[in-house]
């Protein structure tokens, strides 16, 4: 493993001053990773490749990140990950620049309430009391997330759905099959189903959502208007969209956030 004094080397070269650059004003029109200084390009990465760790496998790696477009890369890690795997850290500079002024993320459109709030605004507008189904589908084994939302406590000091007077929030918690959640909607009379999804990499969470969407078109039985969400470490409202749901939460969403969209999207879906 490389020593510390190594990585400062190379973040900063001898022959450079040390300038202070805290104040120095970015252009938004090209940004670069930082590292040391302003728009030095200094990345990190991180991977494994199928070798035995060796000099060759080192090598191996600092080519590949070459080939990546990288500039003045260093290996400062290479750790055997069992028999035929090492893992790699890896520095090196970024050539490109990004003009941040041009990137466009679609978000869920609707005006952040508090707890209070909320509240009102549902005894004032809605004049009922939501039933929200939330679960996490499939062979979907997590539920810290969907338990952030829903629980009674809920996280960070904002309260969770269940303590929200204007909803009747039921947690069906872990490895909800779709059928059995299209069953737990007809008996509930869901307003809202929030689903809670891992972001797989053979895309079995996009066919599972495909799927319940498919079994809630085909039941008319459903409460209407029956809000459908999405949320995940690594969903996104535009992916949200892209498949047929109302909307996406990705990390660090709020569980006022959740209900604030849903007190809005709900009186706007009913008139």
């Known amino acids: 493993m490389a020593s510390i004094e190594t990585l400062k080397r190379w973040f900063q070269k001898k022959e450079e001053p040390v300038a202070a650059e805290s104040s120095a004003a970015v252009n938004l029109r090209r940004i670069m990773p930082y590292g040391d200084r302003l728009n030095d390009g200094a990345m990190q990465i991180s991977f494994t490749l199928p070798v035995e760790n060796s000099s060759e496998a080192r090598e191996a790696a600092k080519l590949y990140v070459e080939k990546l477009g990288l500039s003045e890369v ?44 909320v509240c009102q605004f549902a005894r004032e507008k809605l004049k009922k009391r939501l039933v929200i189904l939330g679960a996490t589908t499939g062979s979907d084994a997590h539920t810290v997330g969907l338990d952030a939302i829903m629980n009674l406590k809920g996280y960070a000091g904002d309260y969770g759905l269940e303590r929200y007077p204007c909803f009747k929030a039921v947690n069906l918690r872990s490895q ?56 995940g470490p690594r969903m996104t409202h535009a992916a949200a969209l892209k498949l047929g749901y109302d909307a996406g939460f990705g990390p660090g969403t709020l569980p006022s956030e959740v209900a604030s969209f849903i007190v809005q999207e709900y009186l706007k879906k009913s008139k």
């Open 74 to 117: 260093h290996v400062a890690t290479a750790e055997a990950m069992g028999m035929g795997f090492t893992f790699f850290v890896v520095f090196g500079r970024a050539q490109h620049a990004l003009d941040f002024t041009k990137v466009k993320v679609p978000k869920a459109v609707f005006e952040k309430m508090d707890f209070d709030q």
């Open 176 to 231: 909800v099959d779709n059928a059995q959640l299209v069953e737990a909607a007809l008996e509930w009379k869901a307003d809202v189903l929030l689903i809670s999804k891992l972001v797989t990499q053979r895309g079995q969470h996009l066919q599972d959502l495909k799927d319940l969407l498919t079994l809630l078109k085909q039941n008319k039985k459903l409460s209407q208007p029956l809000l459908k969400i999405i949320g």
